[in-house]
């Protein structure tokens, strides 16, 4: 086949592209075999799959087998297109009874990379589910999924013309994918998905998997009135959205549908941050109930830093959540750039390599396949705790928006488009769905009714809700009377002070951090004065006995950047590690002092989000970097004899704190901003 994407060989490799035979670009899902690894269909139906716990009894099948695990996703048939052609491995280049067996599995349209994974019992699990019979799917719902998605597209397109909307046509396959996601994972305790995506099939996801109505969506194409979006400050595929969805087997999931700027992969830490602080407020059973999923675009993948970055916090102490579902919506090719130019790699995914974690390239046209990949991956996220990255690929019906044209960079591509008929035609006639064409024109009619409604509203749909915790939240402006006294008695600051300062019996201190405690331990009882260090210990100290979380994190935030903190005490002859402030008092608000490895831009989204996701109630302190606090660690120390200021903690312009009892032979009162009630300007959602 030739093409505009094959005008150069693949990257990686200078050899020229693959000869196997494609007589069918696609798979067929009613049969899960594929006809582009040359396997004789009609016997290899007959093959009986046998478990991999099984091949240890024929070395001979186990040699073959094991090639084929390592290597198979290479001569897979992966493009709907054809344009990613097959690449043979020496090592695959086997013909008896095993290699077909194995060809079937491991070559077809789901390849899978996981020999990067060390743990031989994560690799035996998925090996055992491939070789094992799939699971049947819920056809009829996956159908229905799929002519929602292009029936909405295409009324856009029809009722819009030339407004960009980011189409999903080309990879619908996609909602069904969330869709058997969201049922494994509600059947796992899953109440709420946490999702994040850039801008590329989102008003689809909103109106199917966030479940707001169509019209509330069409508004946002119409003239209504203009003061009803003042102060949104993003366009429409860019604003987050929250639903209840309903699974197939009855389950309701809450979700969260992350609001993305144009930066296409800010949302990931932003994703994951707000999922760890549901987590964390939720306690034991957290990680099963809070499910993040983050949206991909293949070259952002590939090419933006801060996916690595977030990535990167997966199995760290004070970051997981328990594993992210990756999807990469991979169309192969990034706004006018051809596949082999985005990335050094065959797949965009290969950056995940860097993680032990299973890579899933699933060919985005075999719908059966797209949800026996979808329930794996989520049992494996649920059973070993890490990420999971499904890379579903497809293809861009439009241009990189619906304005623009794709013709003039990819013409031979965008010929073959033109010809390819949607998805849902093409499963429909796969599992002899006769009524499709009758219930596509019944879903258009629905869809076309509610673009007529939205014409008639009079303000745009805000398109999610607060939770309930923010009922009691007070808006607006700053005003003098909302001044409250938080400061503590010296009674109790002596009592932090104590707790602060001790340690275990038989605990061997350093002897420099001893003579600091003992410094501390006269600062706390007026017979010195009080440093920065100590003022912020025992602000971090009263918020925790008060019932408030602390969360402190940063490169140096356990030690301090300036040798100032030391909030973990390191035992010099065991490296036994105790934290003053996880013992102020029995009963205590949570606090975790987590390191951070070197990065800058992740952690800029990652604390706010944490901050944004605590309740009003009950708001949490987190500081990072690890130098000093800021006013969003929720913290204050300032003089008795000084007014309490405004609470900051959920201001948009935190200002720096200051410490001035310092200079004083007096203890400081320590005041916070979650004494009495909170109030703010801007608080973030």
Not at 238 to 259: C, D, F, N, Q
Not at 409 to 426: A, D, G, R, S, V
Not at 445 to 451: D, G, I, K, R, V
Not at 459 to 475: C, F, S, V
Request: glycine fraction near 8%.
């Amino acid at each position: 086949m030739s093409s505009g994407r094959s005008a150069r060989p693949e990257s990686c490799t200078d050899r020229p592209a693959s000869f196997i035979l494609v007589t069918r670009p696609m798979a067929t899902p009613k049969t899960g075999t594929t006809s582009a690894a040359l396997i004789d269909k009609n016997q290899s139906e007959t093959l009986a799959l046998r478990p991999a716990s099984t091949n240890g009894s024929n070395p001979e099948r186990e040699r073959v087998f094991s090639a084929f695990r390592q290597w198979g996703y290479l001569e897979g048939d992966l493009d709907p297109l054809g344009f990613l052609r097959p690449r043979p491995h020496p090592d695959l280049q086997i013909e008896n009874e095993y290699a077909r067996e194995a060809r079937a599995i491991y070559c077809s349209t789901i390849g899978v990379e996981i020999n990067h994974i060390s743990d031989p019992e994560r690799r035996n699990w998925i090996y055992q589910r491939l070789e094992s019979e799939a699971e049947e799917v819920d056809q009829q719902r996956a159908l229905d999924l799929l002519i929602r998605a292009d029936l909405f597209e295409q009324v856009l397109q029809q009722r819009y013309l030339g407004s960009k909307r980011f189409s999903l046509e080309g990879v619908t396959a996609g909602l069904p994918l969330v869709d058997e996601i969201l049922d494994t994972a509600a059947r796992r305790g899953a109440i709420e998905l946490v999702m994040g995506m850039s801008h590329r099939g989102r008003l689809n996801v909103m109106a199917h998997v966030a479940r707001r109505a169509p019209e509330e969506i069409f508004a946002g194409f119409e003239d209504v009135d203009p003061r009803s979006v003042l102060g949104s400050g993003d366009v429409k595929y860019h604003m987050g959205a929250t639903g209840e969805y309903i699974t197939r087997s009855g389950a309701k999931v809450h979700i969260h549908l992350v609001s993305n700027p144009s930066h296409l992969e800010a949302v990931d830490p932003v994703t994951v941050g707000r999922t760890r602080a549901k987590q964390d407020r939720t306690g034991e059973g957290g990680r099963e109930k809070y499910l993040p999923l983050i949206v991909h675009g293949d070259a952002a993948f590939a090419g933006q830093g801060i996916l690595a970055e977030t990535m990167n916090y997966a199995d760290l102490k004070g970051y997981t959540v328990g594993g992210t579902i990756h999807v990469i919506v991979n169309n192969l090719l990034g706004f006018t750039t051809s596949y082999f130019e985005e990335h050094s790699t065959r797949f965009a995914a290969c950056i995940a390599r860097r993680q032990s974690i299973p890579i899933f390239h699933v060919n985005g046209e075999d719908v059966d396949a797209v949800l026996r990949v979808a329930r794996l991956a989520t049992e494996y996220r649920y059973t070993f705790g890490t990420d999971v990255v499904i890379d579903l690929i497809g293809y861009r019906r439009h241009g990189h928006s619906e304005v623009d044209d794709p013709t003039i960079t990819q013409p031979l591509l965008y010929e073959k488009i033109k010809k390819h008929p949607p998805l849902w035609e093409i499963y429909a006639d796969d599992i002899g769905a006769t009524d499709a064409q009758t219930q596509a024109a019944a879903v258009k009619a629905e869809f076309e009714a509610a673009q007529k409604k939205a014409g008639s509203l009079k303000k745009k749909p805000t398109m999610r809700d607060l939770p309930k915790y923010w009922d009691q939240y007070y808006g607006g402006r700053y005003k003098p009377e909302f001044e409250v006294e938080t400061g503590i008695s010296l009674e109790e600051l002596a009592k932090v002070t104590t707790s602060l300062t001790s340690y275990p019996e038989g605990f061997h201190i350093h002897p420099k951090v001893k003579k600091l405690l003992d410094q501390r331990a006269e600062m706390g009882t007026g017979k010195r004065p009080v440093d920065y260090g100590m003022a912020e210990a025992l602000a971090f100290a009263s918020l925790a006995k008060q019932g408030v979380p602390v969360r402190l994190s940063g490169q140096d935030s356990r030690r301090g950047t300036f040798n100032q903190r030391h909030s973990v005490l390191t035992d010099i002859e065991n490296e036994y590690e105790y934290v003053p402030l996880e013992n102020i008092a029995p009963g205590q608000a949570r606090c975790e002092v987590s390191g951070r490895r070197s990065s800058a831009t992740s952690p800029m989204s990652r604390k706010p989000s944490s901050i944004s996701s605590s309740p009003p109630e009950r708001p949490s302190g987190t500081c990072s970097p690890a130098s000093f606090c800021f006013c969003p660690t929720a913290t204050r120390a300032r003089d008795r004899n000084i007014p309490a200021p405004a609470s900051s903690a959920f201001s948009n312009s935190p200002r720096r704190t200051t410490f001035r009892s310092a200079s004083r032979q007096t203890p400081p009162n320590i005041s916070t901003c979650c004494g009495g009630k909170r109030y703010a300007t801007g608080a973030s959602r």
